[in-house]
């Protein structure tokens, strides 16, 4: 096989060469300078990584999902980012389906990316529906496991998401939008766990996060909707409620308590004087707890008039 049709990833990258021969820090230097160019590329696809948040959060703000798809390392990326969106945005409704999972997630299981029919298994068993926004994951682009679950997400009427680093791949015309981040090949060929896997891990943090934001999840960088569940977290939603509603240590942490450790409840009783029932009520009646808390918040006083 000629190297021009190589995929992007299983090219041979001349910086690499006689690699193995050199010192420790030649080596570092070799694998940063090539780590430096997965920004840009993502940089070059903000565009396509826009239209898929607009997505997600039409999806989420429907009631649906936002489901990532994937095998080995593109799973595995899936798997940490939707995992990490519990605790950060106290939300279940950002998930992964990942191939063998969950023995997968610690020892390979390759076996299971080539049956197609075992992605469309797997989107079944989590009753994906035309609510949800699907982003396949994969570096070649070609993974039958995640191309089969894209066909058959396509087929019920999904939104569906192709994240690539091949601008052939054959998901790109099974998806709506397609993110091709091109950062070229990599230091140990075929190994899509560098360059490739830290574009997927910054696309990936970028559509879930910014989906939040839209959603109102995140005021001013804070975490408002944090699911408090250990000492670290409750400092954290401390801080949190004491700068928000400009209140001491002793009174947020008695906020919290009052509020049963939620963040918005609390800032709604401080702001409003609101039980922590009809605070409850309030937030359940809106989709975007920033709009809530920013229509509760306290008007600025004006300047008394000298006479």
Same mark, same amino acid.
């Given at each position: 096989?000629?190297? /021009?049709?190589?995929?992007?990833?299983?090219?041979?990258?001349?910086?690499?060469?006689?690699?193995?021969?050199?010192?420790?820090?030649?080596?570092?230097?070799?694998?940063?300078?090539?780590?430096?160019?997965?920004?840009?590329?993502?940089?070059?696809?903000?565009?396509?990584?826009?239209?898929?948040?607009?997505?997600?959060?039409?999806?989420?703000?429907?009631?649906? /999902?936002?489901?990532?798809?994937?095998?080995?390392?593109?799973?595995?990326?899936?798997?940490?980012?939707?995992? *990490?969106?519990?605790?950060?945005?106290?939300?279940?409704?950002?998930?992964?389906?990942?191939?063998?999972?969950? !023995?997968?997630?610690?020892?390979?299981?390759?076996?299971?990316?080539?049956?197609?029919?075992?992605?469309?298994?797997?989107?079944?068993?989590?009753?994906?529906?035309?609510?949800?926004?699907?982003?396949?994951?994969?570096?070649?682009?070609?993974?039958?496991?995640?191309?089969?679950?894209?066909?058959?997400?396509?087929?019920?009427?999904? !939104?569906?998401?192709?994240?690539?680093?091949?601008?052939?791949?054959?998901?790109? !015309?099974?998806?709506?939008?397609?993110?091709?981040?091109?950062?070229?090949?990599?230091?140990?060929?075929?190994?899509?766990?560098?360059?490739?896997?830290?574009?997927?891990?910054?696309?990936?943090?970028?559509?879930?996060?910014?989906?939040?934001?839209?959603?109102?999840?995140?005021?001013?960088?804070?975490?408002?909707?944090?699911?408090?569940?250990?000492? !670290?977290? /409750?400092?954290?939603?401390?801080?949190?409620?004491?700068?928000?509603?400009?209140?001491?240590?002793?009174?947020?942490?008695?906020?919290?308590?009052?509020?049963? *450790?939620?963040?918005?409840?609390?800032?709604?009783?401080?702001?409003?004087?609101?039980?922590?029932?009809?605070?409850?009520?309030?937030?359940?009646?809106?989709?975007?707890?920033?709009?809530?808390?920013?229509?509760?918040?306290?008007?600025?006083? /004006?300047?008394?008039?000298?006479?």
């Amino acid at each position: 096989m000629k190297t /021009r049709r190589l995929r992007i990833t299983e090219r041979e990258n001349p910086a690499a060469q006689h690699l193995e021969e050199k010192s420790a820090l030649a080596i570092l230097r070799v694998i940063n300078r090539e780590d430096h160019k997965v920004a840009p590329a993502v940089k070059k696809v903000i565009p396509q990584i826009a239209r898929a948040v607009d997505l997600a959060t039409e999806a989420l703000a429907r009631g649906g /999902r936002l489901i990532y798809l994937g095998t080995g390392t593109s799973g595995r990326l899936g798997v940490l980012d939707a995992a *990490e969106c519990i605790p950060t945005f106290n939300t279940d409704r950002v998930l992964c389906v990942m191939a063998g999972a969950p !023995k997968s997630m610690f020892r390979p299981s390759e076996v299971s990316e080539d049956d197609p029919q075992l992605g469309i298994r797997d989107l079944r068993r989590i009753k994906l529906s035309a609510r949800d926004a699907l982003v396949g994951i994969s570096a070649s682009g070609r993974t039958p496991y995640t191309l089969g679950g894209m066909r058959y997400a396509h087929r019920l009427g999904v !939104k569906t998401i192709a994240l690539t680093s091949n601008p052939d791949a054959p998901m790109r !015309k099974v998806a709506d939008v397609a993110i091709v981040p091109v950062v070229g090949p990599e230091i140990v060929a075929g190994s899509s766990r560098m360059k490739a896997g830290t574009a997927q891990k910054l696309v990936l943090n970028m559509i879930s996060t910014a989906s939040m934001l839209r959603l109102g999840r995140v005021v001013s960088g804070r975490m408002i909707t944090l699911r408090i569940s250990n000492r !670290k977290l /409750r400092e954290r939603g401390r801080r949190i409620v004491m700068k928000a509603a400009r209140v001491t240590a002793r009174q947020a942490a008695a906020a919290l308590e009052r509020a049963g *450790e939620s963040i918005p409840v609390a800032l709604l009783m401080l702001r409003k004087g609101l039980s922590r029932a009809e605070a409850q009520e309030l937030l359940r009646g809106g989709l975007n707890v920033a709009a809530v808390l920013r229509a509760a918040s306290p008007a600025p006083s /004006r300047p008394a008039r000298r006479r």
